[in-house]
Structure formats: C-alpha cells, structure tokens
C-alpha cells in the first residue's frame, strides 16, 4: 500500500472531516477510504479541465464579454448570482464541443455485381 502526504486548505480539510464523520463516523481509516474514493471517482471522469472538453459548457457574455463559464446552467446562475449580474441582461451560450473522430467521407466495404 502506498503513502501520500498531502497539504490542503484549512477550509477545506475541515469539510472533509465533517463530511467524512457524517457519513462514515469516526472510524479508524475513515479519511483514507473516502480519499480513495474520491481519487477513483476523478480517474474514472478525468479532471475538470478535461470534463469541461468532453461535455461542454455554458457561457454567459455581457458586451460580447465572457462574464462567467459553468458545465450546467444550475452552476452557471449561481455564478451570476455571485457576480450580481441579472441572468435577463446577459447572453447565455451553450458550446458543445465536437467529438475528436475525423470522418473521412464516404467509404464502400464491399460491391455487389
């Protein structure tokens, strides 16, 4: 078994441990098994960056600026919400990106006489 030491925020270890206490209790390796889990979790979906390529995303653009970017419009009015921007003065934008196949065009497998 391998060892790790990582260093974390203070906020965000103390959410950890609150979250890992309701829901495993105070176990012994209790931290180590919802870390595990969370690491399987990230390897099976990728990174942010990379989910953010895969799924698309929504933009909101004020003055053909890009004001604030999000994966779902649920997070993308919470955005706005913290900006203070009103979600009826703003364009929002969905960008899908394309797929990584090339199609190459037309192609016969076989012929009939």
Known sequence: MGVITLKIDDELEDKLRKRVGRVRGAARGAISESVEDAIR????????????????????????????????????SGKLKELGEDPREVIIESQIPRGNKRKMGLRITSRSP
């Open 41 to 76: 979790i990230w390897l099976k979906t990728g990174s942010a960056e990379e989910l953010k390529d895969q799924r698309g995303f929504f933009v909101a653009k004020k003055n053909e600026k890009t004001i604030a970017e999000a994966s779902s419009l649920f997070e993308l």
